[in-house]
């Protein structure tokens, strides 16, 4: 399999699938995350009821324990050399008949840790912070059962050791993240929203099974040592299908183009569903499977350049639209998909981009969960507004959050220090580096990575300037209730300010303990490679395009007064504003050919099916009628039908002898 | 004249069967010195320490078993080898969730059995029987003797055992069927029945014994096999004695054309000793099957194909197609038993070590929701109200359209009723599945593809029936399906006698329940009996098995593998 080695970048060496090393019986610990959660989300849901008064914290407990298991995971995983990080755990055989064995196990490595880490501790916080957020809900209990399933679900998809459990994993995060964006269904538009999520994911999940279709008669096996082990065998073409429908796959749970349109109908949901979803679940899903799936999009360059394509037209998209919301949450989720895209964008680089993603990806989870849960803090205290337009000036109200956002936005603005800035910043030095010594790769995807630092500065400065700065535009009432910001509780706040130092300071920890060093067990050695321009001059670029940003929403938003009313706007704004008409275009492309097939298809079920169908029933029941009319009830015709039986195997048996 | 010689007897493996056995007579001895009172106390108390026993002797003998293949007692006429001990197990435990059925009682101390199983029905005897309250408790017993008999048949490697362990088990289970306390004449009649063509078959059976013996010279399994390798001119005997042998086994499992029985006697007999019957008389009566057909026939695979294969295709196909059109439970959960006797017969056919696996395997699997969905068809009683006007427990609602809306009214008990059936359809995580799947893929590794394909098909088609009463019990208001329902038995239902065919509406009503026009009820609404809880003891162990078998069947698939050889 070393041959791949000049099917990428000659210099790069591909995530070698390296030796699962043996004795570490502590990684067994393993089984404890996933089994935590779903167990007190088993508990939660089974005892119903009577367990509304502690559910809540059972849910936290669970969740806490998961991450100090993680913790302790850890801690045994840095003693170990490097070269042995990678375990996979066997749970057991479920089915084993011939050449279908279908076997559980986790895997646990630096990537499943990280994850693990991070889904564990941001969910954490999540789960605390819910607590005060949810508690005026009835439905609480269930909320947090179902909060405790979402990280249950990603936990076992970041540790599955094959493709089914991933995809296992894969399902249940679906499901999960079904059941919190339609919790509050009462409300039709968001069950529409919920059931619109459920739908897209659909479409990426048949990428999924597709690609386990095509690994399992290529390879047939769907355990990642024994895929990965044996990618040299497979052909370049089949390499690329599989490579694609991974991506679709992505596409679906990431939110990337073309199947974004969920993620900003997603915020259906109660606040801490979006910071989880955004920040630490389902989302990233898509950039771990790529990720995961290095090796076989090592052999499949083709697939590779897809992928980064992808990216690099989410990243912008996001960030156009972003500039256009005024829905402070479905400003933050079309930030949350322009930021995925940056990942999805790294992941397409190759092995020299894996470590960066998974490190943005890291920072990122920190960084925008902190600012979902600010502006579930604001929506707190706001009454439930959400239209940044009758914001304004807010920062004096509520100095906690404005500071814990501050730092959010900061780092995903990628100012230095802060989070931000070391990994968007090595994301854009990689774009800049030529791949098969193709500069113009180089020049297209920095350039777009550049641009969407800037337009990102932009957006994410509107947001916190139309929210925090500026003039008060609410009013002391709002239909009648009287609308007073203020403080969020404790249970609120602290969630969010550890989040803050996060923000912070995790970029520059992360650094600084080699993260990129500790991930390559997991995604492979790359050797550095220059970019097409030198490192300050990328830096100082990025800054500039930063800065730039910052200055115009500066001007626009936080110094001269804005406007209630949402004005006409520019072309480019007013399509922005539809999500740049993503819904239209599927309506067109999809759903309107799709339910004039359905039409014809129900007809031609009708018309032939339905008629076959009928047919062999009443066939079958007239068989039936046939036999019930032999079971006549009188004993005498039983023993004749034996006899008559006998009598005929008999004359088979001697004429087939004879 | 060759002297008797005693035969070596190891008394350690027969211990599983002599447990049974043996409490099964002091159970007679307990009927006559015991006093009434505590019988039944007394008499439960044995038979479930029999059964646990021996499932405790089953397992002390296992790892010996395992590693020496297991040992010939009795000079052959009894093996202990993996597969028997497996079978044995199986036996033993459905029985003991059985015998927790038969002994539950609903309110007011009532049991499934007459209190006067000899009385005519309807007459003062009885009613007197029955107003002082007079409980058959030799059940019990009954129930030990006929599980000694299925322990002792799939463990026999001689004909003439063979023959006397079908009669040990049989000749209970006639008794057992005509003591139904409710709807008496059709228990009679099935009974009667029963008897009758068991009679008949035992018959053609003892024949085909004597067919094998004039042509082999011996009654070991061993020594007919190795004179089929022999020709000596002589095979229409064996080939008619072989068939003829094999018409008593298939009578046993209920497979097509010997089958008619099942549906008139499962449908008659008390639902508890349904319960039992259908499982464990199948698991048993699999087990010498296997024997048979791996042990002694092997040498006239070529001639005796034809017969499996036919018997296998008419079995599926005909179990299925006639449970599509019944309207009464135990009669639609009886042809579901026949087809499944055919899924485990493609099994069979396959002839390999993975073959022998999935049928120990899917008979388990198949016993254990047969059980529980006996189990709980004995609780989902009618209800009328009494001369007072209080709300009075009848006899079982068996009638489908009575079942409708039970998921509503009774939801436990309409989802775990939906256990059984999506494990007797072979829906994926219950271990009617794995079970179907194993004897599929052992059938096609055996070469029996079209086989399979025919299995796959009727499973297909049976799901249909299967899913219909969960449609009926989830989706349907009993008020849509309100039909001219018959008046409720009384208990003391006069009958006119008759065959039970399966009518259109296949009640007994129809046939032999008109009552006695009382104050019988306009009406009867079904609900879910309660009973002591004995009942939902067996059914939740039932449902745990088929989720566990289902979810996670290598530890269970592994241990059968491990033993599944057959001594000759």
């Not at chain 1, 001269?560 to 520019?570: I, K, N, Q, R």
């Not at chain 2, 088990?169 to 069927?177: A, E, T």
């Not at chain 2, 003829?244 to 008619?260: D, I, Q, S, Y």
């Amino acid at each position: 399999m070393h041959t791949l080695i000049s099917l990428t970048a000659p210099a790069v060496v591909p995530a070698v699938e390296p030796v699962v090393a043996a004795d570490w019986p502590g990684a067994d610990a393993a089984v404890l995350l996933v089994a935590l959660p779903l167990l007190s989300a088993a508990v939660l849901l089974l005892l119903g009821r009577r367990s509304d008064r502690w559910g809540h914290w059972l849910g936290v407990l669970a969740s806490a324990g998961s991450f100090v298991v993680g913790v302790v995971l850890l801690l045994g995983m840095l003693g170990l050399p490097a070269e042995q990080r990678v375990h996979d755990v066997h749970l057991g055989t479920w089915l084993d008949a011939g050449a279908l064995s279908i076997d559980a196990g986790l895997r646990v490595d630096p990537l499943s840790l990280t994850f693990v880490l991070l889904v564990t501790f941001v969910g954490t916080l999540i789960h605390v912070y819910s607590v005060a957020y949810m508690e005026h809900d009835a439905a609480r209990r269930r909320f947090f059962a179902y909060l405790n399933l979402f990280v249950a679900a990603m936990l076992l998809l970041v540790l599955a050791d094959s493709y089914v459990l991933l995809f296992v994993g894969w399902e249940g995060v679906g499901l999960a993240s079904y059941l919190l964006i339609g919790f509050w269904n009462h409300h039709t538009p968001y069950a529409v929203a919920a059931k619109k999520a459920f739908v897209a994911n659909r479409v990426g999940d048949v990428g999924l099974l597709v690609a386990m279709g095509l690994m399992f008669a290529t390879f047939g096996s769907l355990d990642f040592s024994t895929v990965h082990a044996n990618v040299a065998q497979a052909s370049e073409s089949t390499l690329t299908l599989i490579g694609i429908a991974l991506l679709v796959a992505a596409c679906g749970k990431s939110a990337q183009f073309p199947l974004q349109s969920w993620l900003g109908d997603a915020m259906a949901g109660p606040t801490p569903v979006s910071a989880l979803i955004h920040a630490a679940t389902m989302v990233t899903a898509g950039v771990y499977l790529i990720v995961r799936s290095g090796v076989i999009y090592a052999g499949a360059p083709t697939a590779q350049l897809v992928v980064a394509i992808i990216g690099a037209i989410t990243l912008l998209f996001g960030a156009v639209v972003g500039c256009a919301k005024d829905d402070i949450k479905k400003a933050l989720a079309a930030s949350t998909m322009s930021q995925i895209g940056y990942m999805v964008l790294a992941a397409g680089l190759g092995p020299i981009g894996y470590a960066f993603a998974i490190f943005h990806l890291v920072t990122h989870g920190f960084f925008k969960a902190g600012m979902f849960l600010g502006a579930g803090s604001v929506m707190h205290g706001m009454d439930d507004q959400v239209d940044m337009r009758r914001f304004g000036g807010l920062g004096r109200y509520m100095k906690i959050t404005y500071f814990t956002f501050m730092a959010g936005w900061l780092a995903i603005l990628g100012i230095p220090p802060f989070a931000g800035f070391f990994s968007k910043d090595k994301i854009i030095e990689a774009a800049f580096v030529p791949v098969d010594g193709q500069p113009w790769r180089a020049w297209v995807f920095g350039t777009i990575a550049l641009l969407g630092a800037g337009i990102t500065a932009f957006y994410m400065s509107r947001l916190f300037f139309m929210t925090f700065e500026g003039k008060k535009r609410w009013s002391e009432t709002r239909d009648g209730h009287e609308q007073h910001p203020h403080e969020s509780p404790a249970l609120m706040w602290v969630p969010m300010a550890v989040l803050a130092v996060g923000s912070v300071a995790l970029g520059w920890v992360l650094q600084a303990v080699g993260f990129v060093t500790w991930l390559e067990p997991s995604v492979g050695h790359a050797e550095h490679e220059e970019p097409v321009l030198g490192v300050p001059v990328l830096i100082g670029l990025t800054l500039i395009a930063v800065a730039l940003g910052l200055a115009l929403a500066w001007r626009r938003y936080a110094v001269s007064t804005v406007p209630v009313a949402p004005p006409v706007g520019t072309v480019l704004t007013r399509a922005a504003r539809v999500d740049l008409y993503q819904d239209a275009v599927n309506d067109a492309v999809l759903v309107e050919p799709g339910q004039y097939l359905t039409r014809s298809l129900v007809y031609g079920d009708k018309a032939v099916v339905d008629g076959a169908v009928t047919g062999l029933a009443r066939l079958t029941v007239g068989t039936g009628d046939l036999v019930r009319r032999a079971q006549n009830g009188f004993a005498r015709s039983y023993a004749a039908v034996m006899v008559v039986g006998v009598v005929v195997l008999a004359v088979v048996v001697l004429a087939v002898r004879g | 004249m060759s002297g008797f010689t005693v035969p070596e007897i190891a008394w350690g493996p027969m211990v599983p069967v002599m447990v049974v056995l043996l409490t099964a007579v002091v159970g007679v001895l307990v009927e006559a010195f015991v006093p009434a009172a505590h019988r039944r106390t007394v008499q439960l108390t044995l038979t479930l320490a029999a059964l646990a026993g021996s499932l405790v002797a089953v397992a002390a003998l296992w790892s010996d078993t395992e590693r020496t293949g297991g040992t010939d007692v009795l000079g052959g006429s009894l093996v202990v080898d993996g597969p028997t001990l497996v079978l044995q197990a199986t036996i033993a435990l459905l029985a003991l969730l059985s015998t927790l059925v038969v002994a539950d009682r609903v309110t007011g101390g009532e049991d499934a059995f007459a209190p006067a199983a000899a009385a005519v029905p309807g007459s003062d005897y009885e009613e007197l029987a029955r107003s002082r309250g007079l409980r058959q408790t030799e059940v019990f017993p009954l129930l030990l003797f006929a599980t000694g008999g299925m322990m002792v048949f799939p463990a026999t490697t001689d004909l003439l055992t063979l023959f006397v362990a079908l009669e040990v088990l049989s000749l209970p289970l006639y008794l057992l069927s005509g003591m139904a306390r409710r709807r008496r004449l059709l228990s009679q009649e099935a009974s009667m029945k029963y008897f009758l063509l068991g009679a008949f078959v035992s018959a053609i059976m003892l024949f085909g014994i004597g067919l094998l013996y004039g042509y082999s010279g011996s009654l070991r399994f061993s020594d007919i096999a190795a004179a089929t390798a022999t020709p000596n001119g002589m095979e229409g005997l064996l080939v008619v004695g072989a068939l003829m042998l094999l018409a008593g086994l298939f009578f046993k499992v209920g497979a097509v054309p010997f089958h008619m029985w099942t549906p008139d006697v499962y449908q008659g007999a008390p639902t508890p000793v349904t319960g039992f019957m259908a499982a464990c008389t199948k698991v048993a009566a699999f087990g010498a099957l296997l024997r048979v057909v791996y042990g002694m026939l092997p040498g006239m695979a070529w001639d005796l194909d034809v017969v499996l294969w036919v018997v296998a295709i008419l079995t599926m196909v005909v179990g299925t197609v006639a449970a599509l059109v019944q309207t009464d439970v135990k009669r639609l959960l009886a042809y579901s038993s026949i087809a499944h006797a055919g899924f485990v017969l493609t099994g069979v056919i396959a002839l390999n070590d993975a073959g022998l696996t999935a049928v120990l395997f899917y008979l388990l699997a198949y016993s254990a929701a047969t059980v529980g969905a006996f189990g709980l068809v004995s609780l989902v009683r009618e209800q009328g109200t009494g001369e007072d006007g209080s709300p009075t427990l009848l006899g079982e609602a068996t009638r489908l359209p009575q079942w409708a809306g039970l998921g509503r009214s009774h939801p436990v008990v309409a989802v775990t009723f939906t256990l059984f059936l999506l494990s007797f359809a072979g829906i994926p995580l219950t271990a009617g599945f794995v079970g179907k799947f194993a004897v599929f893929s052992a059938a096609v590794d055996g070469g029996a593809w079209q086989l399979a394909l025919v299995g796959v098909l009727a499973s297909a088609a049976a799901a249909f029936f299967y899913v219909r009463i969960v449609v009926l019990m989830f989706f349907t208001s009993p008020h849509d399906t309100a039909d001219e329902a018959p008046t409720s038995t009384t208990v003391t239902a006069v009958a006119v006698d008759g065959p039970a065919p399966d009518g259109e509406d296949g009640t007994v009503a129809a046939t032999s329940g008109v009552a006695v026009a009382t104050a019988a009820p306009e009406r009867a609404t079904t609900t879910v009996a309660a009973g002591e809880g004995l009942t939902v003891v067996a059914v939740a162990v039932c449902a745990a098995l088929t989720v566990l078998l289902g979810v996670a069947p290598s530890p269970v698939l592994d241990a059968i593998a491990s033993v599944a050889a057959l001594l000759p």
